[in-house]
């Protein structure tokens, strides 16, 4: 069973940083493409990122300047780095798991729990 667990979130001043963390279990991490996701109150999740199982990445135009996406496969995590945060980044975010090594199989059914950024004065 795939599990993905959200880490990293928290309060942040407008201009500040924060890297997430996604650790994955119960799968064969190294083959899979990974991507980060963004909700907000009252709207379906942003894709932000994704990353290729050999560890190209396409980063949505929205984040593109501020936001990295990177890999660890020895530790089977997959990062977020966010940079110059903005009060319309404050949300819960996700990262998911797709269903082969593309880009384009994500967003896959398997998801963490998220965790809450909220950037704020």
């Known amino acids: 069973q795939v599990r993905l667990v959200e880490s990293g979130g928290g309060l942040v001043h407008p201009g500040g940083s924060l890297r997430l963390s996604c650790a994955a279990s119960g799968t064969a991490f190294s083959l899979y493409a990974m991507g980060w996701y963004r909700q907000t109150p009252g709207n379906q999740r942003e894709l932000l990122a994704r990353?290729?199982?050999?560890?190209?990445?396409i980063v949505e135009d929205s984040v593109k300047d501020r936001f990295t996406i990177f890999r660890d496969n020895a530790e089977n995590t997959v990062f977020l780095q966010m940079n110059n945060l903005k009060f319309e980044d404050t949300g819960v975010y996700y990262c998911n798991q797709g269903t082969g090594d593309s880009y384009f199989t994500i967003p896959g059914p398997n998801w963490g729990q998220g965790t809450q950024v909220t950037v704020s004065l």
């Open positions: 990353i290729h199982q050999g560890g190209g990445t």
